[in-house]
């Protein structure tokens, strides 16, 4: 651990800073909390640093920034960014005293002139520290909602899908804090779900927050509206880490026999029987979820 914090605020090559940063975040995950929690503070130290773009790797001058320098940018700023969900998830809510000296640091990627990929690194990252943080994420709600709902109409697919992604952590993990926005949120994600979005995985994880708002929150939501466009979006086309979440969502409408479920409950059989015989959703049959 002295080593990679030693790496991270000295070490003056980007790539091996980054590399420093991946393997300490595999690390942290493969092994849990206790194997970093003598070294919390200081790695949380060098993490800001890095955030800052203060560590040595950063202060070297170049005669002038090429493509080269913007592409070890980006790798140094990724991994970096993928240590915080990394102490999220093995720290859960008490990860929060961190997560709020980090987060001006990590938000100032999301504004101008911060190019489409540092935006979406932001929104990424904010999503997978909901998930391993929970409830406390509801302080930030109203820092981070106005970012996304922006990403969700951006004209780039992968920062479409990880706004989609990210809105549904906020609603599943902010409580009351993100109820105002579910207007919003829902609004934003009708238009992935319209012909006009080209990508499926977009189309994925926009029916993955409509999932978890309606696991959390179900009566915020007109689901006589919001059921047909969600059902008609089944069975999930590619990005199948949604699965789990989407078709239990499903199964507990059905098992609950709710009154908007049963005009469509053809159409739910129908995309069932897809993905009951799709090899790629081996690990969330319908049927396996029901019981």
């Given at each position: 651990?002295?080593?990679?914090?030693?790496?991270?605020?000295?070490?003056?090559?980007?790539?091996?800073?980054?590399?420093?940063?991946?393997?300490?975040?595999?690390?942290?995950?493969?092994?849990?909390?206790?194997?970093?929690?003598?070294?919390?503070?200081?790695?949380?130290?060098?993490?800001?640093?890095?955030?800052?773009?203060?560590s040595c790797c950063q202060?070297?001058?170049s005669d002038g920034e090429d493509d080269g320098d913007i592409d070890h940018d980006e790798v140094l700023m990724d991994a970096v960014s993928d240590?915080?969900?990394?102490?999220?998830?093995?720290?859960?809510?008490?990860?929060?005293?961190?997560?709020?000296?980090?987060?001006?640091?990590?938000?100032?990627?999301?504004?101008?002139?911060?190019?489409?990929?540092d935006k979406t690194m932001v929104v990424a990252t904010l999503a997978e520290v909901a998930q391993g943080m929970g409830a406390p994420i509801s302080a930030y709600v109203d820092k981070i909602m106005p970012l996304v709902l922006k990403e969700l109409a951006s004209s780039e697919a992968t920062n479409r899908r990880n706004a989609a992604f990210c809105v549904g952590e906020m609603c599943k993990n902010g409580g009351a804090a993100a109820l105002k926005y579910y207007g919003d949120i829902l609004h934003g994600l009708h238009r992935l779900f319209a012909d006009s979005e080209p990508d499926d995985a977009v189309r994925d994880?926009?029916?993955?927050?409509?999932?978890?708002?309606?696991?959390?929150?179900?009566?915020?939501?007109?689901?006589n509206q919001v059921l047909p466009v969600f059902i008609k979006a089944l069975p999930l086309k590619e990005?199948?880490?949604?699965?789990?979440v989407v078709y239990s969502c499903v199964c507990n409408l059905l098992l609950s026999s709710h009154p908007?479920?049963?005009?469509?409950?053809?159409d739910v059989i129908n995309a069932f029987a897809q993905v009951?015989?799709?090899p790629n959703e081996m690990l969330c049959h319908p049927l396996m979820l029901m019981h």
């Open positions: 651990m002295n080593i990679y914090i030693k790496t991270m605020r000295e070490d003056d090559d980007k790539e091996v800073v980054a590399q420093a940063c991946t393997s300490l975040a595999d690390i942290v995950r493969d092994c849990g909390f206790a194997i970093i929690e003598p070294y919390i503070t200081r790695l949380a130290d060098a993490t800001l640093i890095l955030l800052r773009q203060e202060q070297v001058e240590l915080l969900p990394a102490f999220a998830k093995v720290m859960g809510s008490y990860f929060d005293p961190i997560f709020t000296k980090l987060f001006d640091s990590l938000m100032k990627f999301a504004k101008s002139p911060h190019p489409p990929q994880n926009a029916a993955g927050a409509i999932a978890r708002m309606i696991m959390v929150q179900p009566q915020s939501i007109p689901l990005d199948h880490e949604e699965s789990m908007q479920i049963l005009p469509l409950v053809p009951v015989v799709s």
